[in-house]
């Protein structure tokens, strides 16, 4: 019997084991011992569990160890010093217990303890002596029944074929928690139901009957769980009658599921040597034949013999390697610490596999065998061959791949660059051959300046990967700052052994460019360089919960940006923001925090400042934008503030009442900003076409003379007037080069002068003071025939005011001098409106014209 088969009898033995070491103090006194190991019966028997004491000290465990007239410590620490074997009984007041105790020393310092709990018969012996003067008469029976055992006992009175419980011991009360009192004059029916009952009472008259022990086993649901017992119910006989039954029952959940759990173990056992996927052998080793005693189905499917076939073969005959050959290998591998084996082993058809052997020896009923697990690593084996023929191309592909990439020895002295790596550092693979990393490649952090540690000591090291931390940058040759990543790489061989490091090095100089613009994009506004939204909403988180109060806030909004656009264009509406954001910019203090906050709007944050402050800003903008104009067009930020007074009031309620004063500022402010938009669009109107004042004075004349003629309303006068000098207001849109082109158009110029109705339409529809002839400037180009655009309106669905604007126009166009002609005289003018009167002009008004010019020229 070996070491561990007696562990294994200890730690199952119905006794307590337990094993110690004595803790000394300076003086060679003991002082506390701890528990190093300890049997399931010993749990059982001291209530402890062997998780929460296991290495721990006794007077950690039960403080009150040395309290008492018996010092446990002192006595086992004599036990453990002097190598004596001590037995004695004892009480255990922590623990309230009686214990038979047997302690011994093996080595000093050390003692083993093997205990008995005797609770209950130190307590039957002490109860009895008690009782002794009044219990005279049954003290033989209780002698014989209680003395000296820790089973649960119970004595049955037998009266003319009725069993009546009479009492029961301690270990019986303490298992099913049934007192004497309760259990005195009670049938088995009653704590066991009526079918129970019965079973229990047929075992009692079998033991009458018989008069001889009945052995049965029972299972119980008792307080401390489901318990089996095997009972065991003598017969006490007086004058030749069964009078007494004693019933003792014992604990045998234990053994039953040790003993289930041995069968379980046993068919795991079967299951893994008979269901695994992996090749398992029994080899006998004994008598040094290797006879194969047993063969797993996955071994048979491998090596294709049949079980009967495979058990008369010796491994051996599998194992194409010599014997002296397999001793060398096995020598390598011990040397090495190998845990496995690499043989050749044939098939039964003759093919060859490479295998891994892992085996371990086993004692089975004595005899020793081998059991071997194995797997096939052909496949391994071959690639290792592949992986010896890919190295040079391995070695030229790293050489040739888009980052850096160094290597060096064991020492860090580099053995090799690629051409990428040349370029990083500025020196060539022959010049930094030989040399130390941290020579060539001297790295630095970027927010420090400082020297970073040398990331090939690191891996030489560590054994590990290293990547570079973020931030770090390469010095090269010339003395450049370049910000490099990636990381350093440990080289092994076969065994496991670093003979180098491989380091790949990345350029990330664009990388942190495009990071750095990602970074300013997400909180600046690209075209003002204010900040943006998203970084404001952040902000207002901030101030909101911060005690930066009184704070002001300017809610502004650019007049008019939609109208530039519409009439100058969006570079020119881009422009305005960039004027009004520098204006912003320049009368805010460096405090202030400014943003983009729409389209045209920008609000100003203005931490720890009054109202009289902000109120000075604010003015200090409006006489900045009177003072600044864009290409003739005035600057006009409708402005309003409120200010935060209080930590309690929240930020965007400021905002909110800021916004309202603003509104009611832009309501004010709008009607003079737009007729200053319109003075601007008629000058610049003037400034890049043939369109002059005079024309304009010209056409507004002559309407007013056409339109009295035809009694027009002062309403539909006034509209006429108007219109003759807006009727061309799109053609600020229209390209100079276009409008000023002295030969004829190009089908796409065509195209894009034809688009300055609607543009003109759009630019007074804008224009609450110009809405009235919008849709007249709209049509102004219809024909009478209807071959005008945009729409195409024939007759009187082209409005009047058009169909007269249309004649004057035309006529004051043939009559003053173009770029791509001379002027025509009166006449010739005339009969060219004569020549078109019913096609494209109104037949009417082209009459209406000739009397009003030809009475004029008389």
Sequence with gaps: MNNNDYEEMIHLAPFGYAYHEVILDDKGNA???????????????????????????????????????????????????????????????????????????????????????????????????????????????????????????????VDDGKFTFIRNNEAHQKATGISIEEINGKKPSHFFGQEMGEIIEKKYRE??????????????????????????????????????????????????????????????????????????????????????????????????????????????????????????????????????????????????????????????????????????????????????????????TLLSIGDGVVTTDKVGSITSMNKVAEEITGWTQKEARGKSFSEVFKLISETTLKEVENPIEIVLRSGKIVGLANHTALINKYGDMIPVADSAAPIKDEKGNIFGVVMVVRDVSKEKEQMDRILYLSYYDTLTGLYNRGFMEEELLRIDSSNETPCGVILGDLNGLKLVNDVFGHASGDELLICAANIITECCRKEDIIARWGGDEFLILLPKTDALTIERIVQRIMDKCLEDNKDGTQVSIALGYAVKKNDYENINKTIKDAEEHMYRRKLLEGKSFRNSIINTMISTLFSKSMETEAHASRLKDHCVEVAN?????????????????????????????????????????????????????????????????????????ERWDGKGYPHGLKREEIPIHCRILSVVDAYDAMTNDRYYRKAMNSQEALEELRRNSGKQFDERVVDTFLQYIEGKDL
Excluded at 90 to 106: I, M
Excluded at 265 to 270: N, T, Y
Excluded at 305 to 327: F, P
Excluded at 720 to 735: F, Q, S, T, Y
């Design 207 to 396: 033991c009458v009957e018989k008069r001889e022990p009945v052995i049965y086993e029972r299972i119980l649901e008792l307080p401390t769980g489901k318990k089996t017992w095997l009972t065991c119910i003598n017969p006490v006989i007086e004058n030749k009658d069964v009078v007494f039954i004693v019933a003792a029952s014992k604990d045998i959940t234990l053994e039953k599921t040790i003993e289930k759990e041995k069968e379980d173990l046993l068919q795991r056992s079967k299951a893994v040597f008979n269901e695994h996927t992996a090749v398992i052998l029994n080899i006998e080793s004994e008598s040094g034949h290797g006879r194969i005693i047993d063969a797993n189905p996955a071994a048979l499917s491998f090596y294709g013999y049949s079980r009967e076939e495979i058990l008369k073969l010796h491994i051996q005959d599998i194992n194409i390697l010599s014997q002296s050959e397999i001793e060398k290998i096995k020598l390598r591998a011990l040397s090495n610490n190998q845990k496995y084996f690499l043989f050749p082993h044939r098939l039964k058809n003759g093919e060859i596999r490479f295998v891994d052997v892992y085996s371990s020896p086993i004692r089975i009923n004595g005899k020793k065998e081998r059991y071997s697990i194995i797997f096939d690593v052909t496949d391994r084996e071959e690639y290792k061959m592949k992986l010896f023929h890919e190295k040079e191309l391995l070695r030229t």
């Design 31 to 157: 002082i506390d011992y701890i528990f190093l190991d300890m049997n399931k019966s010993f749990e059982l028997m001291t209530g402890f569990e062997r998780e929460k004491i296991l290495n721990k000290n006794v007077t950690h465990v039960l403080p009150q160890i040395r309290i008492g007239q018996f010092d446990w410590v002192d006595f086992y620490g004599k036990v453990a010093l002097n190598g004596e074997k001590q037995e004695f009984t004892e009480y255990a007041e922590p623990l309230n217990r009686w214990y038979k105790v047997t302690a011994f020393s093996t080595k000093k310092g050390y003692f083993t303890t093997f205990i008995q709990d005797v609770t209950i018969e130190m307590d039957q012996m002490i109860e009895l002596e008690k009782q002794k003067s009044s219990f005279e008469t049954i003290s033989r029976e209780l002698e014989i029944i209680f003395n000296s055992t820790q089973d649960a006992m119970v004595l049955i009175q």
């Design 709 to 781: 003629r035809l009694e027009l309303s002062s309403k539909d006068l006034d509209e006429l007037v108007l219109l003759a000098v807006l009727h061309d207001i799109g053609k600020v849109a229209i390209d100079e080069s276009i409008l000023m082109k002295s030969g004829s158009l190009t089908e796409q110029e065509w195209v894009e002068m034809r688009k300055h109705p609607e543009i003109g339409y759009r630019i007074a529809h804008n224009i609450p003071e110009l809405v009235s002839v919008a849709d007249y400037i709209l049509h102004h180009h």
